[in-house]
Structure formats: structure tokens, C-alpha cells
RNA sequence: GCCCUCAUAGUUCAAUGGAUAGAACACGGGCCUUCUAAGCCUGUAAUCCAGGUUCGAAUCCUGGUGAGGGCACCA
């Protein structure tokens, strides 16, 4: 809806507009905001188009608002809008006519669980990143975060058309490996304590004797990867395409080839025995070792020989999901991806990097940092087994990724039938108990001959249309938590609209064109929230 | 010390530089002979402080204050 109503905006500026120069229009289409209104009074849709004239050619807002409607009213061919309103202090607001909303209502009942998708990715491959926990302990809420995040994330790209690639990767070798090695053991220099190390330590058995800490440590990575991480990763109903193996990138020579790459580059040097790559060069703080003088190779080594991987699969976008506290990672990232070829404008566009900040816990009213070497963490597996998935789903996915969130564990529990998915999937629920009833009585919705008369009727299909501009806004801009904003209102205005509108019972012909809103609105409640990874039930 | 986030009702969160800052929970009133009251209506209540940019700032800039995170030949 909005890029129609761009379009028309962007001719109707051309017409009105012609003294300035192509960059200046450019400037200014750039600048030109198309937005939903907040209040009813302000139309449906408003832009800011004259307050931008006025800036920039002189005169009065007003009067540049009354040149532009005059154009846009030639040009609104279609008649999208019923009114067009010029309003204080320069705006111009959109009435739509009725006649669109029907035809939103036919579209959402033709396409049903396709509606709002697009092609815009038809020949694009994106891939994401996430999760990624290292195998040495369960999935904590963090992990949930991100991985809720994640999953959602791809969901809505899948829903633009894009080939998504769902990648957790898997640091099964180095250092931790070895201290999750001597963990097992349990000697001196154990670090990671919980439950868990006793019971694989158990299921190791006399190997714990005999091997090395390291084979120890890979033995008991495979575990917990194999037989905590990826059950709850089903519980949390994701679905990783590939679980990419750290360990792959040595036996393959991948971080060999790629540091002789940047040493051929010229951007790596030896000081103090240890190899260093010139980082520095490309905007980080400071060089960064690639192979320390006792031989191993650093993370980060392996981690650019990653990404040379990603970039060599030839995705059009990569995103990186973090927690906050790797974000200290970004600069020597993007100084890697510029070191491997790419230009300052890729680094920007195609490599995404996300930061979810991290989540602090409230237990017995004192705030906790979980830490999985200190043991004070919360698993998601436990979360689970308090909370219903769609719940802790909703629950993370409400917030945006820069809040930094107190997770209330006693009252994530004692809440849960306060939760605001419920209040959204019992507005899908009592529509399918709608659909029901009037199937029964041989009521049959007739899309080709709605009429929309009440005003609840309206607000609502004018919710409906938002879906896919909202999509597309959030393959843009990545705030997710948009939504789960989105849902509660569809739902508030269900409810409202079924308050105000009865169904059953009513004259036919009413009866029918409010029976195909509140089917569309089913099928929009439950677009939006299996995008999310949430149920629409049709019973509560 | 340097760098990155964040700061909005009592609480947890929303709000592309736009018009009267929205919800939910909590607290106070009302509404079920009618398609699910897990609902609806209604009241109280907020942009950390000080400057600046702008026709317009919760949003951008500068400086404070407070919280979290990061600054290793760690992972």
C-alpha cells in the first residue's frame, strides 16, 4: 500500500516540482515520509511531503500542500483514496477509499497463508547465523533470545522470497574444548561446573582415565551438542539448514589457505613470535593475532577463514546474530570481510551483524548475570519446562534486540495466563469458533460481494493491509519486536470488531461480507504469528 | 582510562525527526438472557539532567549522571 501511494507521491512531486534538479527530487523522494496514520482524524495514511518543500523551495508548507494534492488527485488513477486532506502544520493525509479495503479483504481470503510474501528475494540467498553456543553446557535464555530472534528473523525473509540459509556454528575445537576436557576430569583446572559435567562424565566412563583432556573435551563437545543442544533447539522448534563444524575449517586447510591469503595480501606480519593481522588497516582499534607463538591458531583465525567460507557460497547477505558482549568482535569482522575483498559499501550492506544485548536474570529479587563457568544460569530446557513454547517465544521476541532485558523467571510463571499471546490467540481462536457456527448454519463468506460499513469493520481491514509493508519495513530494519506490536492490535481490534458486529444472525448480505473480514483477520492473526513461530489455536 | 549498548507511567516494554508519547501488568470504576468475559468500556500515571541542531526532538549532536557489556599471544 505505502509503495502505491509512493509512486503516486513521486510522480505528482515530478509534476508539481519541476524547476529543481534530478538530485534535489532524488533528495527529497529520499526524505519523503509515507506513514499510517495514528489518529483516525489523520486519515489512513499521511506524508510529510510539504514540510520538506517548504524547507527546501521556500513558501509555505500549506501552500506547496495544496499544489501536491492537486496532483495527486489527477494522478490517483485507481482511486485509492476517497479524500485527500492537506492539514497543520504541513501534512498531507490520506483517506482510503472503501473500495481498496474490500478488495484487501478478497486478497487476504485468495492468498491466504501466502498474503503479504513477496518476491523481492526471489534470486537473493541470505544467510543467517545464529545461536552458535558453544558445545560446552546448555542453552541458556541468552541463547533463547537470539535464537527466537534468529529463527523469526528468517522466517519473515522466507516470506520475502529470499533462499535462507539457517546456520548455527559449532566451536568444537581449542581452547574451551580442552577446558570442558579437564572439567570432565574434574581436576585443577576444571571451569565449567553444572550438573551436566557429572552425568556425561558418567557416560564417558574409564575413557575419563585414559585420554587426554582434549579427546576428553571433543568426546563430551559431541555429547552435548548431539544430546542437549539439539534437543532443545526442538523444543524450541528450530530448524538449523546446517550445523557448521568449526574443526572442518582445519582438517580442510580452510584457515591455512586463508592466512597465506592475507599474508599474501600483505596484511600480516610476525612480531614476538606470534603472527598478527593487520586489522588496523581497515578501522579496528588494534592488529590482531591470527597464530600465537605457542603455535595455535586464535579463534579469530578461524573465524575469517569462516567467512571466507561464506562469502566463497556466494550469499547476497550474511548476517551474524551476537550477544552484546561479543560485540567488541564487530570492528576486527569488518576489517576481516574488507581484508577478504570486500569494499567498505559491502561491508555495510551485505554483511549484517546484529547485537542482542544480553539478558540478566531476577531471582529472589537480586539480579544475576548467567555464566555458564559459574553455573549461575538458567537453561532454556528449564525455561521449557515451566513456560509453554509460545509463551517464552512471545516473551523474547516482544522486546527489541537493543533492550537490555530482566528476565523474571517467578513471574514469567505466575503470568503466563496474563500473557499477551493469549490475548492474540484467543482472538484467532474465537474467530475459528465463528467460522465453525456459521458453517453449521450453511453460512458461507462471498468475497466478491463484501460490503465494509461500520467503522470497526474498516479499522480493522485497514490493520489487515499494514501486513505486508510491515514486512518488508522489518527486512529492512530488523525490529522485530514490530510484530509482536502488531498482533495485540489486530487482536484489540477483533475484539472491538466483534463487540460492535455481530455475525450470526444478521441479514444475509451482512452477515457473509463480516463473515470474509473475520476470516481474513484469521488469516492474518495466523500469518503474524507463525512468522513468529507461534501456534493460532482454533480452540482456548 | 578508551570503546559499544541502554535510560520512557509503580513495573515490563512500544513509538522511520512529525501532529494529542502507545500497550500490557498493577491499582480504581462499569459491562455477560445474544457468535468463547482468556473479552469490552473507563480512571490515575512517564520521555534521567543540562545545553545545542531543527519549522518540529523520546528519537540527532555535545556534556553530565546511572546501568550493562567489551577493551589479552582469552574464548
Redesign the pocket.
Known sequence: MKEKIEKIIATALAQTFRTVSPQQLEELKKKT???E???V???DY???LP??L??TAGSS?LAWGEKIKAEIEKEDKQTLFEQVVI?????I?FFLSPSVLTTAVKDVLKEKEHYGDSNEGADKQIQIEFVSA?PTGPLTLGNGRGGFYGDSLANIFDSGGYAVVREYYV?DV????R?LGHSLIGDEQAVYKGDYIGTIRERLGTAIKKDSPETIGVKGAEIIIEEIIKPTLERMQINFNNFFSEKSLYKNQAVDKTIDYLREQGLVYK????VWFQSTRFGD??DR?LI???K?K???ASDIAYLKNKLERGFDKIIYIW???????IKRMQAAAQALGCSQEEVENKIKII?V??I?FLQDGK?F?MSKRKGTYVTLSELLDEVPLDVARFFFL???P?????F?IALAKE?S????V??V???H??I???L???QAQKLACQPESITLEHPAALQLAKLLIQLPDLLKKTRE?Y?L??LT?YS?QL??QF?????D?????EEKKLAQSRLALAQATAVVLKKTLNLMGIEA????
Open positions: 515520509v509515507v506513514e496514520s495514528r489518529r482524524s489523520q486519515g499521511s506524508t510529510n514540510l520538506l517548504a524547507q508548507p492539514a497543520h502544520p504541513g501534512f493525509n558453544n566451536n581449542g581452547e574451551q574444548v577446558q612480531q614476538a613470535g606470534a582499534d588494534k593475532v600465537r607463538a605457542d595455535e586464535t579463534y579469530f550477544g552484546a558482549d561479543h560485540h567488541g568482535y547485537i544485548q544480553l540478566d539480579k548475570r516482544e522486546r527489541g537493543d533492550s537490555h532485558l530482566v523474571d503470568k495466563e496474563k500473557n499477551p493469549y490475548y490467540q484467543y482472538a481462536a474465537r475459528a469458533g465463528i465453525e457456527k456459521a530494519d525490529q519486536q514490530r506490536e495485540k487482536a484489540a475484539h472491538r470488531f466483534y463487540r458486529c455481530r455475525i450470526i444472525g489455536p482454533e480452540k482456548m
